[in-house]
C-alpha cells in the first residue's frame, strides 16, 4: 500500500508534506493524521530544516474527514466508548496545535478542495496559497455537528475578521480562490500550475533568513493574537528582540553588509 503521507525535501532545508490518498481527495483516516504528527515531531527537531510545505496528493487538498471511517487514533481500545471519540477528536484537533507550534514555518499549498479539518489544516499553517482549483469550506454542519471546530472558530475570525468569518461559519457555504483571496484568506492565487513552484519560492525566500529570527517570529506573532493590550505586545517584543541579539544572525548579517554580500545563516 501506497504511504498516506509523502515526504521530500525540493530544496535545501525544505521540506515538503503531500498528503497522499487522492482517490478519496486526501479526506483525513487516523492513519494520515498519525503520520503527519511524526513527521511534524521530526522535523521540529531538525535543524537543517527552515521552512515546511504542507498540500496534497492529485486534485485535492484534504476534504475533511473521511466519511467512510476514521479509524482508531492511537490509544483507542474500544473499551468506553465516550473516551475513545474524545481520543479520535484530540487526535485530530492536536494537529492544528501542532502546526502552530512547529518551530519552522509552514505553507500550505492549496491545490484543491479545503473542506472541514482540510480548511483547519490549512489556517493552521502560517501562509496559505492557493491554485485557482481551490475551493475553501467550513463544513462540518454537513454532518449535523457544529462549525466550531479544529480551531475554526478561533483561527477564521482571526484571519478575515469576525463578520466575514461568522457569514462561512453559519452558511457553510463555498468560497473559491479568488474570492479566497480578495478576502485574506490566502496570500495569491498561482495559476498555470504554478503553486508548486510559487509555495516552494516561499519557503526558500524563508530559508535564506537568519533561523533563530524567524523562529522567533513565528512564535510572536502568534502569540500577539492573544495578547490583550499593545503595551503588552511591545514588552513581549521587547523581549524577543533582546533573545535574538545573542544569536549567531546579527553578527552575520552586520559583516555581510559591510562586506557587501549575502549573509550565510547557520542555525
Same mark, same amino acid.
Given at each position: 500500500?501506497?504511504?498516506?503521507?509523502?515526504?521530500?525535501?525540493?530544496?535545501?532545508?525544505?521540506?515538503?508534506?503531500?498528503?497522499?490518498? =487522492?482517490?478519496?481527495l486526501n479526506a483525513m483516516t487516523s492513519e494520515l493524521c498519525e503520520a503527519l504528527h511524526e513527521e511534524l515531531r521530526r522535523v521540529a527537531d531538525e535543524r537543517a530544516c527552515r521552512a515546511v510545505i504542507l498540500t496534497g496528493a492529485g486534485?485535492?487538498?484534504?476534504?475533511?474527514?473521511?466519511? *467512510?471511517?476514521?479509524?482508531?487514533?492511537?490509544?483507542?481500545?474500544? +473499551?468506553?466508548?465516550?473516551?475513545?471519540?474524545?481520543? /479520535? #477528536?484530540?487526535?485530530? +484537533?492536536?494537529?492544528?496545535? *501542532?502546526?502552530?507550534?512547529?518551530?519552522?514555518?509552514?505553507?500550505?499549498?492549496?491545490?484543491?478542495?479545503?473542506?472541514?479539518?482540510?480548511?483547519?489544516? *490549512?489556517?493552521? +499553517?502560517?501562509?496559505?496559497?492557493?491554485?485557482?482549483?481551490?475551493?475553501?469550506?467550513?463544513?462540518?454542519? /454537513?454532518?449535523?455537528?457544529?462549525?466550531?471546530?479544529?480551531?475554526?472558530?478561533?483561527?477564521? =475570525?482571526?484571519?478575515?475578521?469576525?463578520?466575514?468569518?461568522?457569514?462561512?461559519?453559519?452558511?457553510?457555504?463555498?468560497?473559491?480562490?479568488?474570492?479566497?483571496?480578495?478576502?485574506?484568506?490566502?496570500?495569491?492565487?498561482?495559476?498555470?500550475?504554478?503553486? =508548486?513552484?510559487?509555495?516552494?519560492?516561499?519557503?526558500? #525566500?524563508?530559508?535564506?533568513l537568519a533561523p533563530w529570527g524567524v523562529r522567533l517570529t513565528k512564535q510572536g506573532m502568534w502569540t500577539a493574537l492573544e495578547i490583550p493590550s499593545e503595551q503588552a505586545a511591545v514588552e513581549y517584543e521587547d523581549r524577543q528582540q533582546i533573545?535574538?541579539?545573542?544569536?549567531?544572525?546579527?553578527?552575520?548579517?552586520?559583516?555581510?553588509?559591510? #562586506?557587501?554580500?549575502?549573509?550565510?545563516?547557520?542555525?
Amino acid at each position: 500500500m501506497a504511504s498516506p503521507l509523502l515526504v521530500d525535501d525540493p530544496a535545501p532545508s525544505v521540506r515538503r508534506l503531500t498528503l497522499n490518498r =487522492p482517490e478519496q481527495l486526501n479526506a483525513m483516516t487516523s492513519e494520515l493524521c498519525e503520520a503527519l504528527h511524526e513527521e511534524l515531531r521530526r522535523v521540529a527537531d531538525e535543524r537543517a530544516c527552515r521552512a515546511v510545505i504542507l498540500t496534497g496528493a492529485g486534485r485535492g487538498f484534504c476534504a475533511g474527514l473521511d466519511l *467512510a471511517g476514521y479509524g482508531a487514533a492511537p490509544g483507542n481500545d474500544g +473499551s468506553d466508548e465516550s473516551r475513545d471519540r474524545l481520543i /479520535n #477528536q484530540e487526535h485530530m +484537533s492536536r494537529l492544528v496545535l *501542532a502546526l502552530r507550534a512547529l518551530p519552522q514555518p509552514v505553507i500550505a499549498a492549496v491545490n484543491g478542495p479545503a473542506a472541514g479539518f482540510g480548511l483547519a489544516l *490549512a489556517l493552521g +499553517s502560517d501562509i496559505r496559497y492557493a491554485a485557482p482549483e481551490a475551493v475553501f469550506r467550513v463544513a462540518f454542519l /454537513n454532518i449535523g455537528v457544529s462549525n466550531c471546530d479544529m480551531a475554526t472558530s478561533w483561527l477564521l =475570525p482571526r484571519l478575515i475578521g469576525a463578520s466575514r468569518a461568522h457569514e462561512l461559519m453559519l452558511t457553510g457555504r463555498r468560497v473559491d480562490a479568488e474570492e479566497a483571496l480578495r478576502i485574506g484568506l490566502v496570500a495569491d492565487v498561482a495559476g498555470d500550475g504554478g503553486l =508548486p513552484e510559487r509555495a516552494l519560492a516561499a519557503a526558500q #525566500q524563508i530559508a535564506t533568513l537568519a533561523p533563530w529570527g524567524v523562529r522567533l517570529t513565528k512564535q510572536g506573532m502568534w502569540t500577539a493574537l492573544e495578547i490583550p493590550s499593545e503595551q503588552a505586545a511591545v514588552e513581549y517584543e521587547d523581549r524577543q528582540q533582546i533573545m535574538a541579539t545573542f544569536g549567531k544572525g546579527v553578527p552575520e548579517a552586520i559583516e555581510a553588509f559591510l #562586506q557587501k554580500r549575502a549573509p550565510e545563516f547557520e542555525d
